[in-house]
């Protein structure tokens, strides 16, 4: 699908960004190995997370999914503990998702049956080794492609015992995996990352009862005593989602958006300090607490950015905003550089590569430098014929690159962007104002 955008003539109005996706994933896992029913109000219905409950339900777990009165979805899902799921009859496809093999590997490799878990051909070229190791460290079956590098993964579910494991990526995924086999662990598993990625896992375990400690920046989990119990929850809005607006809006010269419900947790939250520093006009109300997690509303409004200096633990707290990061810096006077984005070139595409690739076509002054983003800004993008590579976060980061440029920007390969954010282009409608 190919969508044609030039920039309207104002950016304005109030928008309720979708379900967190990270938070909608571990809420399906979560409950599905939990000893009773679970509603998961507003939950994400986009395609990595349908990936997740395809998998769940060939794994013999019920669930549901109900419209609710404001136009979202409510997930009713039905664990029936960690004994209640049964082998598969198929291969399980996880789609683009990371998120769901990784985490679905931690579970089954504790589970006492085969488990095959494939993936789209972003996914099969992602580094699953990672995860591999740690996993065969605990005793686990695990194989792959590759020399165990690449899914499809073959998973003969076995007993397993704790480790202590120090992860040398910063990654909430391996965090994730691991987590959930050392559930099913004889003994306790110590877990160690080189900085804190995002912690919903975390959250939403102690909320169900697991036996979770923080002890000198590590994590300490018990092998469960009883089933999780079902955790009921509110999932936030997305941050990820609400940072494509917060920056077209500062990027706009006439805009105002008003971005309801959105979920703040600091691991997650980066992006809004970076985009604070760089001069743009956000203004922060309602904080509150949903489902266990920080959420407030933002209004952003049109700003003049500086560049700015990006490195080290910042970056994990705004690894899937990068994309849209490189988009406002562009455009913000003087020079930014990003550190540390190695991890980049491993999500659903190698997006240093192409946001270099892409956003150069619109005339943006952007490098890349061994491991490093180098931008110098510019006063103004040219609208071009741009791709997405099948990339979400690259279709919308292009997307608010569009809004802001001098005449029209088609942009390729649009869909992508229903994995995380069905309804996007629609939103991008309701918000401009003539053109
Ligand atoms: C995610 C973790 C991050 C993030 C991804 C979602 C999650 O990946 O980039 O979009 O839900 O756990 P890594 O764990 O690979 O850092």
Redesign the pocket.
Known sequence: MEKRISSPRRLSGSITVPPD??IS?RAAVLNAIASGPAVVENFLVAEDCLSTLACLRSLGVSWSLRENHDGGSDLTITGRGLAGLSESADVLDAGNS??TMRLLAGLLAGRPFLSIITGDDSLRSRPMARIVEPLRQMGAQVYGRDSDTLAPLVIMGRRLRGIRYRSPV?????K?ALLLAGLQAEGETLYEEPVR??DHTERMLRAMGAGLREENNALRLSPLAKDLAPLSLRVPGDFSAAAFWLVAAALHPDADLTLRGVGLNPTRSGLLDVLKEMGADIVVSEERIVGGEPVADLRARSGKLRGVEVDGPAVVRL??EVPVLAVAASLAEGRTMVRDVG?LRL?ESDRVKLLVHELRRMGARIDEEGDALVIEGTDRFTGAVCDSHGDHRLAMALAVAGVVAEGETVIRGAEASDVSYPGFWQVLDSVKGTS
Not at 170 to 174: D, L, P, Y
Request: no cysteine; glycine share 6%.
């Open positions: 996706k990270s994933h990371g998120t910063a990654s909430a995924q391996v994730s990625s995002r690894i899937d991890e999500k």
